[in-house]
């Protein structure tokens, strides 16, 4: 079992940045996959970014360039660092970990706006 602790909640201008944090707990040591989604109203949640081990990171088209995810294997922890920000961005973000046995784990979520 994995717990996952999203920070970062934020109210952000249109160009703006804000990085996201998910500290990991429990199994830790099964996880292979970390990444963030994210769900807007009226649209279907996302993949946003993912972080595999040995393998690296993967992004959708709408954040390549914009966004960053990086991960502390030390302190069990991924981030998010968004730039550019617009207000399509604004949603919902998930922190997800997936175990070397395909067991998914979910974070609580937490609120990103970006509006003038």
């Known amino acids: 079992q994995v717990q996952l602790v999203e920070s970062g909640v934020g109210l952000v201008q249109p160009g703006g940045s804000l990085r996201l944090s998910c500290a990991a707990s429990g199994s830790i040591i099964s996880i292979n996959t970390m990444g963030w989604y994210r769900h807007a109203p009226g649209k279907q949640r996302e993949m946003v970014a993912t972080i595999t081990r040995g393998v690296g990171a993967n992004y959708a088209d709408s954040v390549k360039g914009r966004f960053t995810i990086s991960r502390d294997n030390a302190k069990n922890t991924v981030y998010l660092q968004m730039g550019s920000l617009k207000p399509e961005d604004t949603a919902v973000y998930y922190c997800?970990?997936?175990?070397?046995?395909?067991?998914?784990?979910w974070g609580q979520g937490t609120q990103v706006t970006v509006s003038s």
């Open positions: 997800n970990a997936v175990s070397v046995i395909m067991v998914s784990s």
